[in-house]
Every structure is written in C-alpha cells, then in structure tokens.
C-alpha cells in the first residue's frame, strides 16, 4: 500500500514566488491535515479537512496560505506570495475519522526554502 | 490551555535502560484517543502506540508501553531496554472525539538521547 504522498520533497524559490504543494492521502481516509514543523514553532497544525471539507483553519499564518482539497484524493496548499519566514518542512497526514481512534499517517514532508 | 503538555524537551538514557517520556492531556472529551510519535533526525513521522480513553489496560508494543492515569489525564511513554535507535524527538499526541471534529493535538515534543 502506498503510504501519503508529498510533493515536491524540496522546493527552493524566491521571496515572492508562488508555491505549491501537493498531497495525495492513503486511500479511504476521509480526514487530511497539513502541518508545518520549524525548529523554533515546532509542529504547527495549519489546517484540516474532514470528507474534503475544511474544518479548522484557524492554523493557517495568513492570508497567503490557502488550502483545498478538491476531491478524496488530493489536497493542495498554497503559498503566494511565499516569504523566507515560510521556510519549513510542511507535513500532510491523514487518516479516518473514527470516534477518538486511529492514528494520522504521515507524508515524508516538503522542504520548502525560500530565499 | 495547552492540549498536550511534554514538560522534558531532552531527556538522557543510558543504552539498555528503561526511559519515560511525559505527557498530560486536557480534554473535555469522554472519547478520545492518545498517540505517541516517533521522529529521527531523517524527519519522518513514525507512528509508536495508541490508547483510546475506553481502554482499561494500557496500550504495549514491542519495546513501547503507554501509562495510561485517566484521572490524571496523563498518558506517559516507556521505553524499555533503550537502544541507540531510539535517539529521536518523540511527541504526544491526541484526537478528540467527533463533538469537536476530531481534532489532533500534538505535543512541543522530547528530545531524547541514548548514551552508548
């Protein structure tokens, strides 16, 4: 079975690029989430999706950060105009939504740095 | 208040050495679970051990037991006969149940260090 799927695993570009980054979920999860890990925030929760529909957005930095999640199977977040106070590893997990169980499994991460 | 509190940000273990790694819990919640996760310096996500809050008897694997004190709404990690391997960031974690969304949470982590 694949595991949740990332990408790109890095990504380098320049303050005030456009930045995108993808997420395909283990299939049959109904619940997605994207994470941004720094040394100095740790794992910040930015946003999660429960059968495709945003639940709480309430981690999401600000209005540069959008997220969507068109169907089951894809999630994008979306950094525009990215900064170099974006420079992160960003995590998407998923999971199902069970009452209280089942644990999120994670992406391997993208890198992202910006310049 | 925080959801999950890991009050050790780096702990040290001799190899072959038991470890506790803390972690409490705030929850309203009657079902809840509680999950424990393992991060090496590659910077992958590995998942360690489960509880649910229904559960009477602490969660065991492998290596890894979960001491579960719902009174006490902690939910502490033990390793035993700690190995090289095990030199990571671990954190907590909990998802409440579908009342609130079924949110997770997770904790600022411990950094932990096993001493050949």
């Known amino acids: 079975d694949a595991g949740v799927i990332q990408s790109p695993r890095h990504e380098v570009t320049e303050m005030g690029q456009e930045v995108t980054l993808r997420c395909k979920p283990i299939s049959g999860h109904n619940s997605l989430f994207w994470y941004r890990q720094t040394m100095m925030r740790g794992l910040e929760l930015l946003i999660y999706f429960n059968n495709n529909v945003p639940i709480d957005d309430s981690g999401m930095p600000e209005d540069r950060f959008s997220a969507k999640m068109p169907n089951a199977s894809f999630s994008t977040l979306k950094i525009q105009p990215s900064e170099p106070r974006d420079s992160a590893v960003y995590f998407c997990a998923s999971s199902v939504i069970l009452a209280g169980g089942n644990e999120q499994f994670f992406g391997p991460g993208t890198r992202l740095t910006v310049l | 208040a925080q959801k999950i509190t890991q009050t050790q940000p780096g702990m040290f273990v001799q190899e072959k050495e038991a470890v506790t790694l803390d972690c409490t819990y705030d929850t309203s919640d009657q079902s809840y679970g509680l999950f424990w996760y393992k991060q090496p310096s590659s910077g992958e996500m590995i998942f360690l051990i489960y509880q649910g809050s229904y559960d009477e008897q602490n969660a065991t694997e492998g290596r890894y037991s979960l001491n579960f004190q719902k009174a006490r709404k902690s939910a502490n990690l033990v390793i035993s006969a700690s190995q090289l391997g095990d030199s990571a960031m671990y954190f907590c974690?909990?998802?409440?149940?579908?009342?609130?969304?079924?949110?997770?949470?997770f904790g600022t982590g411990t950094s932990l260090t096993v001493i050949p």
């Open positions: 974690a909990m998802r409440e149940g579908p009342n609130t969304g079924n949110q997770f949470y």
